[in-house]
């Protein structure tokens, strides 16, 4: 996701100010590492009457973007958020998409350990540690 315009807020499992995306945004406001037991709940508003300040942050490679924002909370696990809008959609990660009508409900709902992760950055130390990308040189 790379345009931030149509959008009114971020619920964030981690927010890292070294990513890229919407987890930068979150980052850029209150850190939350992937193994904390909350996330971070954004208002995201470009209303100046609403709109408490503006985050340069770097939702796509070599693309920085001015992201409005209205406010920020921790989300604790098993606290239910109520998103507030009549109709629209929850983007997830990996590009799924759930559209909601005029009249429906939608809560989201942080659940620690709900499935299972790899730590990408721990593997690819231990595999650059173990030597697993080394291959014989083909000159023999």
Do not use: N
Request: aromatic share 6%; net charge negative; charged share 25%.
């Amino acid at each position: 996701m790379w345009k931030t315009d149509p959008l009114s807020a971020a619920y964030l499992t981690f927010a890292d100010p070294l990513a890229i995306g919407l987890s930068a945004i979150g980052g850029l406001l209150h850190p939350v590492d992937r193994r904390d037991p909350f996330g971070l709940a954004i208002g995201l508003c470009e209303d100046p009457e609403r709109r408490r300040l503006h985050v340069r942050a770097p939702i796509a490679p070599g693309l920085l973007a001015e992201v409005g924002i209205a406010g920020w909370e921790p989300m604790p696990a098993g606290r239910p958020f109520d998103v507030a809008l009549d109709a629209g959609i929850v983007a997830l990660d990996g590009e799924r998409e759930l559209p909601f009508e005029p009249g429906e409900r939608v809560q989201l709902t942080l659940r620690p350990d709900a499935f299972p992760t790899v730590d990408v950055a721990r593997c690819m130390h231990i595999a650059a540690r173990e030597g697993l990308f080394h291959r014989p040189s083909r000159d023999d």
